[in-house]
């Protein structure tokens, strides 16, 4: 079971720290990756990382300014969402798949569990 939060309102510019944790003693296993869905708009792949952590991957909009970090000894997974713009405003989902390649990190349909989402807004 995943739990995300850290959500909230933030002006332009500003900072927020997601969290998602993960109950269970295999959350090393597990791929996590963040997705955000936007009102009238499509859930779309944010960043993912790997199992112990040593790769990170990030969609185009947000290279630069968002970091993907797990700890797994916490079974958390943080996502620093820095230089906020209000396009960045979505409900934020965390997800986590023990079987996923990572050829489909992208792939929201290649998660098995969800987050609950945490909505994060972003005003001009």
């Known amino acids: 079971q995943l739990q995300a939060s850290g959500g909230g309102l933030v002006q332009a510019g500003g900072s927020l720290r997601l969290s998602c944790a993960a109950s269970?003693?295999?959350?090393?296993?597990?791929?996590v990756g963040w997705f955000r869905q936007a009102p009238g708009k499509e859930r779309e792949f944010v960043a993912a990382?790997?199992?112990?952590?040593?790769?990170?991957y990030y969609a185009d909009s947000v290279q630069g300014r968002f970091t993907i970090s797990r700890d797994n000894a916490k079974n958390t997974v943080y996502l620093q969402l820095n230089s906020l713009r209000p396009e960045d405003t979505a409900v934020y989902y965390c997800?986590?798949?023990?079987?996923?390649?990572?050829?489909?990190?992208?792939?929201?349909?290649?998660?098995?569990?969800w987050g609950q989402g945490t909505q994060v807004t972003v005003s001009s």
């Open positions: 997800a986590a798949d023990r079987s996923l390649i990572l050829s489909d990190y992208r792939r929201s349909n290649a998660y098995d569990h």
């Open positions: 990382i790997t199992r112990g952590g040593g790769s990170t």
């Open positions: 269970g003693r295999t959350f090393s296993s597990y791929v």
